[in-house]
């Protein structure tokens, strides 16, 4: 049994609840099926969802920081 197993997985949720045009939350950056199927997923997987919205946050952020280097405004 993984260590995951043991503790519930809190939802990412931030509050925002927005969309951008790719379907992710403009908060907690999930998709539209991740926030839909959330109760429904084992722990493990809510985890692996969690990762992949910090990926999609240092990517979103990455981009933003170029930007503003070259003087565009966001």
């Known amino acids: 049994m993984q260590q995951v197993e043991l503790f519930p997985v809190s939802s990412p949720c931030v509050g925002v609840c927005q969309s951008n045009t790719k379907g ?29 919205c910090a990926l999609r946050r240092a990517k979103l952020d990455a981009m933003l920081k170029a930007k503003k280097e070259k003087g565009m405004n966001t």
Do not use: F, H, V
């Not at 939350?25 to 990762?51: F, H, V, Y």
């Open 24 to 52: 992710y939350c403009l908060g907690c950056l999930r998709s539209r099926t991740e926030r839909q199927k959330w109760n429904e997923l084992m722990p493990a997987e809510k985890m692996r969802i969690i990762d992949l």
